[in-house]
């Protein structure tokens, strides 16, 4: 199978973001994205592509996330993991995600349709999915958000 151009992906990727969050609403968006990355990171698994995160605990799983990530997209990601007991602050300077998030998540935020916090970070998001994948039901919090600079985000474990 030929490879995909980084761009066209990015476009498609962007392109289905934008038509979930019309159809089914902003407020879906992050439930949808949490879901997506755990499915993805099930499939790498599954697939063997990459390294896939290790620990029995959010702040290894988190940590580790990272390598998964690197063997996949190769290139600049600050990734900086402050653990605060049971729950990790991620601080994500540079990222993939950026031009797309500074778009769609910023325009999304400057109409006031939802709270930043209830907004998806693709990329904690990405670590979200690595803790479901162990069992460890988790969710984000977005703190700050300034794509390509520094996004930060909580992830802690989900109350039931």
């Known amino acids: 199978m030929e490879s995909v151009g980084y761009y066209w992906f990015e476009i498609w990727t962007e392109s289905l973001l934008r038509a979930f969050a019309y159809v089914v609403g902003v407020e879906q968006l992050k439930l949808f994205t949490s879901k997506s990355a755990e499915a993805m990171m099930m ?7 990459a390294p896939t995160a290790q620990g029995s605990n959010i702040p290894q799983i988190v940590s580790s996330t990272e390598q998964t990530i690197r063997a996949l997209q190769p290139g600049k990601l600050d990734w900086i993991v402050e653990t605060q007991g049971d729950t990790v602050k991620l601080s994500i300077g540079s990222c993939p995600f950026a031009q797309l998030c500074s778009s769609m998540i910023s325009e999304i935020i400057t109409s006031g349709r939802v709270d930043k916090a209830k907004l998806p970070c693709l990329m904690s998001e990405l670590a979200v999915g690595a803790c479901r994948t162990k069992n460890i ?6 703190i700050q958000f300034a794509p390509g600079m520094k996004c930060v985000t909580q992830i802690g474990t989900m109350e039931v």
């Not at 499939?43 to 592509?49: A, F, G, P």
């Not at 039901?137 to 977005?142: D, G």
């Open 43 to 49: 499939l790498i698994e599954e697939k063997n592509v």
């Open 137 to 142: 039901k988790s969710r984000s919090v977005m």
